[in-house]
T-cell receptor, first 112, second 116 residues
Framework: QKEVEQDPGPLSVPEGAIVSLNCTYSNSAFQYFMWYRQYSRKGPELLMYTYSSGNKEDGRFTAQVDKSSKYISLFIRDSQPSDSATYLCAMNWPHGGQNFVFGPGTRLSVLP | DTGVSQNPRHKITKRGQNVTFRCDPISEHNRLYWYRQTLGQGPEFLTYFQNEAQLEKSRLLSDRFSAERPKGSFSTLEIQRTEQGDSAMYLC??????????????FGPGTRLTVL
């Protein structure tokens, strides 16, 4: 079992839809959770950063962390074609050095 | 643009040759990371510098790989005697916030290596 798992997709949705992207993980020590967006042939771009459990909202994006279930989510409201990209979750633990563990990514296509 | 920059963006080489990549982090960031990413996978951590000190190395970083950050600014990643399995995107990231145990990392555009 990999430490962090994501459904690779591709996930196709119509423009304007609400998108739900998810990661599950096995290491209960993870405390820091991040979502990155990666366009084709580009480096990952940080979208959201959360610590421990709870929700965080930033514009059309909402990140949720459920540590009891070892499950994190990213919601995108009013999705746009420009949201078409691969979404990567990443996580780390206190005093775990700087070894961030990434999921394999979910490829999203938002169709006009 | 004051983001992380990487050069070259693409490198094609023959098996057995040595290659070197460069990363210039965001100027005020003291932490610098190297990752490797293959198709359909997330980035895999290779190594990390705080200023000029290399503080952490992954077991993925074989003896053929070496990284330096001589003056605590730019960094180089060298791969000796390249193998076809080294073909990947090599990503550099940087971060700051000294005193925190985890930082948010900002990535460069990557160097895509193809080993023939």
């Amino acid at each position: 079992q990999k430490e962090v798992e994501q459904d690779p997709g591709p996930l196709s949705v119509p423009e304007g839809a609400i998108v739900s992207l998810n990661c599950t993980y096995s290491n209960s020590a993870f405390q820091y959770f991040m979502w990155y967006r990666q366009y084709s042939r580009k480096g990952p771009e940080l979208l959201m950063y959360t610590y421990s459990s709870g929700n965080k909202e930033d514009g059309r994006f909402t990140a949720q962390v459920d540590k009891s279930s070892k499950y994190i989510s990213l919601f995108i409201r009013d999705s746009q074609p420009s949201d078409s990209a691969t979404y990567l979750c990443a996580m780390n633990w206190p005093h775990g050095g700087q070894n961030f563990v990434f999921g394999p990514g979910t490829r999203l296509s938002v169709l006009p | 643009d004051t983001g992380v920059s990487q050069n070259p963006r693409h490198k094609i080489t023959k098996r057995g040759q040595n290659v070197t990549f460069r990363c210039d982090p965001i100027s005020e960031h003291n932490r610098l990371y190297w990752y490797r990413q293959t198709l359909g996978q997330g980035p895999e951590f290779l190594t990390y510098f705080q200023n000029e000190a290399q503080l952490e190395k992954s077991r993925l970083l074989s003896d053929r790989f070496s990284a330096e950050r001589p003056k605590g600014s730019f960094s180089t990643l060298e791969i000796q005697r390249t193998e076809q399995g080294d073909s990947a995107m090599y990503l550099c990231a940087s971060s700051s916030h000294p005193g925190r145990s985890t930082d948010t990392q900002y990535f460069g555009p990557g160097t895509r290596l193809t080993v023939l």
